[in-house]
């Protein structure tokens, strides 16, 4: 065999190793029986999936606006992730612009339902997972930041790590903004729902020590006075957490860099607690 076909043979085997060796990205339809409807979201299994054991979940939510199909179009890198950190990756979809509640206004919209619920026991009965707390955690941006802390601090027994980018941790200085009065109803004649829904708000409902918690939100970003304010408030009430700022804005650069902080941060959580 000349030097030039074994060159040959050797990129073949690469590029097929390569191929064989990858991530893979399905969009899958899950239904919602509190819905009643179904919903498309994404599910990215890491290279080892079909050889290997059971493995973890991070839930990465959208922000408003976007779809399930925001991550993988916009941070491609979150298809590597599933690799590096040798875990599964779904996101969901949020209707646009749900803030992942479940809506006392509009009985149509219970994506705190779904996402809690519906959706992880779809995924662990499709997939080779964790089927626990200890194997499952959640995070997100802007109102996906808003919504994996509010998910997760409402269902610590569903996940047991807990981040947000940019998040919206505090949606009471924003009445008139992102479509949240639709389904909350106006802050002026609902001041209680918005007081019972916003993150900062919830931090009571935290069993000390008993969730992993990772904030990041960038200097410039309109979100963060309310991500300081929070990061202050766990403080004073000794709430184990991390905290990562930077300069940076509300934008898919920050995001795509955030991202691997997060996913980072919850792999340590798993390995600790596997």
């Not at 097929?16 to 179904?38: F, G, L, N, P």
């Not at 069993?207 to 304010?229: H, K, W, Y």
């Amino acid at each position: 065999m000349t030097t030039k076909r074994i060159f040959q043979v050797l990129i073949l085997f690469l590029f097929i190793h390569q191929t064989v060796r990858a991530s893979k990205v399905d969009t899958v339809e899950t239904y919602s029986a509190s819905m009643k409807k179904t919903i498309k979201a994404v599910v990215i299994t890491p290279d080892s999936y079909a050889n290997g054991p059971e493995f973890p979940v991070v839930y990465l939510l959208h922000g408003h606006g976007g779809n399930y199909a925001d991550w993988v179009k916009k941070a491609p890198s979150v298809q590597k992730a599933a690799d590096t950190y040798q875990s599964i990756i779904v996101c969901p979809d949020g209707n646009v612009s749900s803030w992942y509640f479940d809506s006392p206004v509009d009985p149509s919209s219970r994506y705190e339902t779904y996402v809690s619920g519906e959706l992880v026991a779809w995924v662990d009965g499709h997939y080779k997972t964790i089927k626990n707390r200890s194997g499952r955690a959640i995070t997100g941006l802007s109102m996906g930041g808003h919504g994996a802390l509010y998910l997760g601090f409402r269902h610590q027994d569903v996940f047991g790590a807990a981040g947000s980018m940019s998040g919206g941790v505090d949606i009471r200085p924003f009445p008139n903004n992102w479509n949240m009065a639709k389904w909350l109803g106006t802050y002026a004649q609902n001041p209680e729902r918005w007081e019972q829904n916003t993150v900062i708000n919830l931090l009571h409902l935290l069993t000390p020590n008993s969730q992993a918690l990772i904030i990041d939100c960038g200097t410039e970003d309109f979100f963060f006075r309310v991500n300081s304010n929070l990061h202050q408030k766990m403080l004073d009430l000794n709430i184990a957490h991390d905290f990562i700022t930077r300069p940076g804005a509300h934008n898919w650069t920050y995001w795509n860099n955030a991202l691997n902080y997060q996913l980072l941060f919850m792999r340590a959580y798993f390995d600790k607690r596997g």
